[in-house]
Every structure is written in C-alpha cells, then in structure tokens.
C-alpha cells in the first residue's frame, strides 16, 4: 500500500477530486430513495399536486448532480490510474537499467517484463477499482445507516447486523484467497518464461522435432494457472451467493416486520421503499467492495513484487559523484589490469585470478583462451557489468570504480559476441552510439567494418529497414554493423569480444588491416578463438582456467607458452583438415 500511496502523492490534487465527487454522487443517491419515499408518503396522504412537484424537482436536480459527478469522478479516476501506472513503468524501466546481469539473473528476465507490464496493469485496476468501489463504502455507511435510525430504530439495527455479517465474511473469504493470488502472480511467471523461450527458440524446437514436448510443457503451465484460477474464481462464487442470500433475507425481514409497524404507526409506505432502498445500495456497494478486497491480495502481490526490483540494490553502483579530470598518462596507458581477481557470487571458485596487464593507445590487445577461461568476463569487468572482487581496472590510470558508470562507458565502445540491432533502420543502429553522427560518418564507419558495400547494394541503403535483433541480416552482416556502429563512436578504448567469429576469413583480415588505420589514436582489446583473428596483435593475453597463462607477442608466445601453442596447433591442423 505504501508503494501506491507514493505513487499518488504527486497527484494528491486529481485523487482528491475524484473522492469528493464519488461521496457527492453516493450521497446524492442516497437522498433520491429518501425523497422518492418521501413523495410516496406525500402521494398517500392527499397533499397538493404542487408539493409532488416540488419533490420531483428536488429528486431531478439530485439525480443530475449526482450523474454529473459519477461522470467526472470516472475521468478523474481513470486518469489518476493511467498516471500511476505510467509514472510506476517508468521507475521500474529506469531501475532496471541500473540492475547488473548478476541482478537480472536473479530476478529473471521474464520476471522484469511481467513485472512492468501485467503486475502494474493489474495495479491499476486494483487502484480504480478501490477508489470508485471501496472508497465509497464508509460514507455510504454512515449516511445510509443515519437515515435508517432515523427512520426506525428497529430496521436500522438490522440493516447494521446484515452488513457487519456481510462484511466479517469478505474477510474470511479475502484471507483465504491470498496465498491462491500469490500463487498465480508465480505461475503468470512460468508461463511467460516457457513462451518466450518458445518463441525466441523457435527454430531449434522445430530443428529437433520437439513441438509436442514443448506443447506439453506450454500446456502443463497452462492447466496450473487454471487449476488455481478456478479455486480462486470459487472464492467469488461463494461470496456473491451468501451476499444474496443475506440481502434477500434482509428484504423478508424487513418486509414481515413492516406490517405491524406501519399498523403500530411507526412506519409510513415510503419509509419501507427507503430502508430497503438504502440496503440494497448499501449491499451493492459491500458487494462490489468484497469483489475489488478478494482481487487485492493478488494486486498487493504484485505491489511486493514490483517493490522487491524499485527497492532492491543494484549490484554495481557509483561509489562516487565526481568524475576524475581527463588526463592521459604519459606511456599511453588506456587500460590496466592491475592484479585482478573475480569471483561470482554464487561460485566456490574465482573465474579469474591475479590477471596483470596493459592496453595502451595505438596498440592492439588481444585475449585468447578455451572456452570456460574467463575471456568475455574481462570485458564484463571492463564495462562494470561485474566488479572485480580484488585489484583494480583502471582507466587511464584511474580506478574504474571511482568514476560513475556513464563516465567509463562513455570512454569505451563495445561489440559483444552475439551481435544485437534495434528495430528500426541501419542509419538509426549505427547513430546508437553517437546520434549526432552525419551519414559520411556512418558510411566511413560501415567502409572499415566491412558492412559499406552490402549497404550500398540494398535498396534504402543507411535507411534500410531492419527487424528486432536485425533478424533480415545474416550473422555475418550484423556482426560487421555492430563493429560499424562501435566505429561511429570513436571512443578512447575498443572492446570487440569474439565479434568476428561469424566472418570468413578474407572478410575478417580485411576488417583487421582497415581497423588497424582506424583505432590508431585508441587502444583495442580483441577477444577471440582464433588465432588468426590476433596473431597479429602488439601483445597476446592467454587464459587457462581463469588465470594468465602468457602474454607476448605471437612469435614469442609460439616459443614460451605451452597453452597458445597447443590452440594454434590445434586450429592449424583443423584448418589443414578442412
């Protein structure tokens, strides 16, 4: 409820209206039973036609009133919600872009997305639903009750018994529904988990064959959200037929003990009409107000849940608020790798251990190792995706955890292992790096990446269209527009990891020799499997099992380091074979 009420204080004006025009239209309701009752006592008693009139007049002008405000308090409430829901997606979208992937494990990514989209819509009806239904209630209370005292003693205290009974067994039911809401906010989970999988693997779940065990997974989720909706749907049957039961006996009662008390003279005809018109407002209301409590544990569950990722503490943070002063160091040291260690959280065992080494400006760094050895952690470390456990990354000389995370990611560009575009077109992908780019820059990046000429040949060129994930593109193609698009930035350090796998190999010297005139003012970091991608490279880094096998040049790797030895070997052979 705090996470709602924090929500609505910068609205506390249009919430504000909403309730004083919802009580100016329950009470109005209200006072149109009173005075109908009232006309009928007239009507009964032989007054003039013109005292008829002048109720009728005061019940149309309440009804207006009272329609006009039912109007305005729906927009104002509706507008209200729609606001809540917009200011809360975009905390919980700013919040996890600040989560570290450690973070994003934890929480699961399926999980963020139902989260921000069916836990907040879910929210905003529970919000609308409370203010227009449960809001109302006390105030129906208390004016309903007062004008059936007023009435008759007698009917008021049974109208009071009915409705304390009515709603003493909305809380037992809402009790007993909570933990089934928890249960299905869990199984919304699997459920959108288990469908994007199926979605985004699509084509490995038809390359094996495996639709009808996919099938029977997707309809395994399926029947257990079912399962538990049903039960908790049984909740609302419950409640909705002992709340008749209750408000048609109320009607019985009131209806056998109305004879004797208009004979004794202490009722009037209209007085009935209005006592019962009273319960059954008053019972509506309760009603509809027993429907939105049984939802709410399924609307608090989803409060918590987006609560848990606004209020969590991101992995990586900025230990600082000032960024050092731009300098460059004198021997042109970009990056150091000063005695690095790391470990994840959930390991027995550090992922790298005491690395040590340089990158400087005009000079090409390569990281080469078995799969498993720690390669595209150093870049995560780099970026401050992960913070080293011991030692200290440093950019030009400065540890990178004393600078805020814009302030390092700035200085870098990165094209990580599988190539990733926007929906959107070429020319808007290679301008995510630098929105003020003209198109000659983006062609000249494109011409170094390799990727200048497949433009060109496109109908559209820079404004060809591309899909999410650049789908319409081979691997080969966004590969090189996501080395185009890191080009466009012209940062002090490259990060390319193992981005240029999916190239063929005249493709990829060619990118080599280009990059090499390129990034002459930057240092580049290159991790790779090939050695022909880095043979070429200022200084080799070799990782085995996390830790630094050699470093040097190829040649002088081929002679000291065992490990480089054995990958070249290995690859040249194969490359033999082929």
């Known amino acids: 409820m705090k996470l709602i009420l924090q929500f609505i204080k910068p609205h506390w004006k249009l919430c504000a209206a909403t309730i004083v025009l919802l009580i100016v239209d329950v009470t109005g309701a209200l006072v149109i039973s009173t005075l109908a009752a009232q006309m009928l006592n007239l009507g009964t008693s032989g007054v003039s036609f013109e005292m008829l009139l002048g109720t009728g007049a005061q019940m149309a002008a309440a009804s207006i009133l009272s329609s006009i405000c039912a109007i305005l308090s729906g927009y104002t409430c509706a507008t209200l919600s729609a606001r809540v829901g917009k200011d809360m997606r975009v905390a919980l979208y700013k919040k996890s872009l600040k989560l570290s992937i450690y973070d994003f494990r934890?929480?699961?990514?399926?999980?963020?997305?139902?989260?921000?989209?069916?836990?907040?819509?879910?929210?905003?009806?529970?919000?609308?639903?409370?203010?227009?239904?449960?809001?109302?209630v006390p105030v129906i209370f208390i004016v309903a009750l007062t004008l059936a005292f007023r009435l008759d003693i007698e009917m008021g205290f049974i109208l009071l018994a009915v409705v304390v009974i009515v709603f003493l067994l909305a809380l037992f039911i809402m009790k007993s529904a909570a933990p089934l809401f928890r249960k299905l906010q869990k199984l919304l989970d699997r459920m959108t988990t288990i469908l994007l999988e199926n979605i985004t693997g699509v084509r490995v779940v038809r390359a094996f064959n495996n639709e009808a065990r996919e099938e029977h997974r997707m309809g395994t989720a399926f029947a257990n959200y079912a399962e538990t909706s049903i039960k908790a749907n049984r909740r609302f049957a419950n409640l909705d037929g002992l709340s008749f039961l209750f408000i048609n006996l109320f009607i019985v009662i009131v209806y056998w003990l109305s004879g004797g008390r208009i004979s004794d003279g202490y009722l009037q005809i209209g007085d009935i009409t209005a006592v019962i018109g009273y319960a059954l407002m008053v019972l509506y209301f309760l009603m509809m107000a027993q429907m939105v409590i049984l939802t709410m544990p399924r609307s608090l569950e989803c409060c918590e849940r987006v609560k848990a990722v606004l209020e969590h503490t991101p992995e990586i943070q900025d230990m600082v608020s000032e960024n050092p002063k731009e300098t460059k160091n004198a021997n042109d040291e970009v990056l150091s790798f000063r005695d690095v260690s790391f470990r994840f959280a959930d390991a027995e065992e550090d992922t790298l251990s005491h690395l040590n080494f340089v990158c400087r400006r005009g000079e090409t760094t390569a990281i080469i190792g078995g799969t498993g050895s720690g390669k595209s952690t150093i870049a995560s470390l780099i970026l401050r995706f992960h913070d080293a456990t011991s030692g200290s990354v440093c950019l030009n000389g400065t540890d990178i955890r004393q600078m805020t995370q814009r302030y390092l990611r700035d200085?870098?560009?990165?094209?990580?292992?599988?190539?990733?575009?926007?929906?959107?077109?070429?020319?808007?992908?290679?301008?995510?790096?630098?929105?003020?780019?003209?198109?000659?820059?983006?062609?000249?990046?494109?011409?170094?990446?390799?990727?200048?000429?497949?433009?060109?040949?496109?109908?559209?060129?820079?404004?060809?269209?591309?899909?999410?994930?650049?789908?319409?593109?081979?691997?080969?193609?966004?590969?090189?527009?996501?080395?185009?698009?890191?080009?466009?930035?012209?940062?002090?350090?490259?990060?390319?990891?193992?981005?240029?796998?999916?190239?063929?190999?005249?493709?990829?010297?060619?990118?080599?020799?280009?990059?090499?005139?390129?990034?002459?003012?930057?240092?580049?970091?290159?991790?790779?499997?090939?050695?022909?991608?880095?043979?070429?490279?200022?200084?080799?880094?070799?990782?085995?099992?996390?830790?630094?096998?050699?470093?040097?040049?190829?040649?002088?790797?081929?002679?000291?380091?065992?490990?480089?030895?054995?990958?070249?070997?290995?690859?040249?052979?194969?490359?033999?074979?082929?």
Not at 107 to 120: K, Q, Y
Not at 488 to 502: G, N, R, T
Request: aromatic residues 8%.
């Open 106 to 136: 934890h929480f699961g990514t399926a999980s963020i997305t139902t989260r921000t989209v069916s836990d907040i819509t879910t929210i905003q009806f529970a919000l609308t639903s409370f203010i227009q239904m449960v809001l109302p």
């Open 411 to 578: 200085h870098l560009a990165y094209v990580q292992q599988k190539a990733w575009l926007f929906s959107g077109t070429i020319a808007s992908n290679l301008r995510y790096s630098n929105k003020n780019a003209s198109e000659k820059d983006l062609m000249h990046a494109a011409d170094v990446a390799q990727a200048g000429d497949f433009i060109r040949s496109l109908p559209d060129g820079l404004n060809s269209y591309v899909a999410q994930g650049g789908t319409n593109f081979s691997g080969g193609q966004k590969q090189r527009l996501s080395i185009a698009r890191a080009l466009v930035k012209k940062p002090e350090l490259y990060i390319f990891d193992d981005s240029f796998s999916a190239l063929d190999f005249k493709t990829d010297a060619a990118l080599r020799k280009a990059l090499a005139k390129e990034t002459k003012d930057s240092a580049v970091l290159i991790i790779a499997q090939r050695v022909s991608t880095i043979q070429h490279a200022s200084q080799i880094v070799v990782l085995h099992e996390g830790q630094m096998a050699g470093i040097g040049t190829h040649d002088e790797l081929l002679k000291n380091c065992p490990v480089y030895r054995e990958i070249y070997e290995s690859q040249t052979k194969e490359a033999q074979e082929a």
